[in-house]
């Protein structure tokens, strides 16, 4: 049986980035994916500034080179206003074939044992945790994706409708406007939005996405939710459909148990504002590997304790504005006051895609704009 320090399962970008945390903490790391690299993931693309922070703390700085920076953001509300403006930090757009498989070799490149596998049966034992009855490791971090196996092995089930989202992701030729990403939402189906990211290669990453609520969402449905709100989109020049699912924050399971801890999309960590994932992907895996390769037999308590720190606070403020977010005119006077107050728009874009928090200043803004409307 080969037995490593530690075993993580999935090797996206949370994967990747616990097994470049676990080895730089000195363990040894097996890293197990059911696909070969590059692979593509249905996702939106979209790499924010707060992603390059954390890959940089690793050692990686090549994840988004050769792509071209976006340097502004187009919000537009449910009743139809709009805000564009700067993004504090420009952000990209790097297909996750791409992108994947640049953390994948930097993880390689790191002393990581990359290994095709599926992983079906996880046994844990007092001094090490047991896969497929060949493969041991003193800690696993489950990083396997929505439909994670480490989290149902852990016994918990998948996010409930209301905090669960479904999107469907293709990629089209570019417009010839401004670079900007843009997000529009609706207000039918709410909450639920259809963005355009910019690649730099004459394509954009296009796509539609919105929450279950208990009814089934077909193909269809999610079709033309896409073309309704981009309708410039020629349905015979969009490639690549994938459909995908989104499990939110707003609904976690524990981050583990003794020495099984789970990062990602695994732990349900989507922005429930967004649907942003890699941010959090990156900085939970990061977490979730430095925990298991330091504290083996008491990884899951480490691990968090780490994210409580790390990110406690601005989940709970997330899942606040999600919650306010229910009523599509609470969106269309945070777009208002994003429009008046450029600290406002700043305060959205990090609680969107980075760690931010909401403050009470932003608070009374969007309450004016309320009265306004």
């Known amino acids: 049986m080969d ?28 890293l197990l994916d059911r696909s070969d690299f590059p692979r593509d993931k249905a996702c939106g693309d979209g790499i924010a500034a707060h992603t390059l922070d954390v890959l940089a703390e690793l050692g990686v700085r090549d994840a988004v080179s050769g792509f071209a920076p976006v340097p502004a953001l187009r919000l537009v509300a449910p009743g139809g206003g709009q805000v564009t403006r700067a993004l504090p930090r420009p952000a990209y757009t790097v297909p996750r074939k791409v992108f994947d498989a640049r953390l994948v070799a930097a993880a390689v490149a790191a002393g990581a044992d990359l290994r095709r596998h599926t992983v079906r049966r996880i046994e844990s034992r007092p001094d090490r945790v047991v896969l497929d009855r060949m493969l041991s490791a ?3 971090v489950g990083a396997d994706g929505a439909g994670s196996v480490v989290r149902r092995a852990l016994g918990h089930g998948n996010n409930p409708d209301g905090h669960l989202a479904i999107a ?13 990403q843009q997000i529009i939402t609706s207000g039918s189906g709410w ?65 583990g148990r003794n020495r099984i801890v789970l990062a990602g999309d695994a732990l349900s960590l989507i922005n429930p504002f967004t649907g942003e994932g890699i941010f959090y992907a990156v900085l939970s ?15 899951a308590d480490r691990y968090a304790h780490a994210l409580r720190r790390r990110l406690g606070r601005h989940l709970r403020h997330s899942s606040a504005v999600a919650r306010l977010a229910r009523r599509p005119v609470m969106v269309d006077a945070a777009i208002r006051a994003a429009q008046s107050d450029q600290r406002v728009f700043g305060v959205m874009v990090e609680l969107g895609l980075g760690d931010g928090l909401l403050d009470l200043r932003t608070l009374r803004k969007i309450g004016r704009g309320l009265v306004v409307r």
């Open 3 to 30: 037995s490593y320090d530690v075993a993580v399962i999935g090797a996206g970008p949370a994967g990747a980035s616990a097994a470049l945390a676990a080895r730089r903490a000195g363990a040894s790391v097996l």
């Open 138 to 140: 003193r800690a696993v």
């Open 168 to 180: 469907i992701r293709g990629y089209a030729p570019a417009g010839n406007g401004p670079v900007q």
């Open 191 to 255: 909450p639920a939005y259809a963005w355009s990211f910019p690649i730099g290669d004459g394509r954009a990453n296009i796509g539609y996405g919105e929450v279950l609520r208990g009814t089934p969402v077909s193909r269809s449905r999610l079709l033309d939710g896409l073309h309704t709100l981009l309708p410039e989109l020629a349905a015979d020049t969009v490639t690549d459909l994938r459909a995908h699912h989104l499990p939110l924050s707003t609904s976690r399971p524990a981050p």
């Open 285 to 299: 895996g990061a977490l979730a590997g430095t925990a298991a390769a330091t504290s083996p037999h008491r990884a």
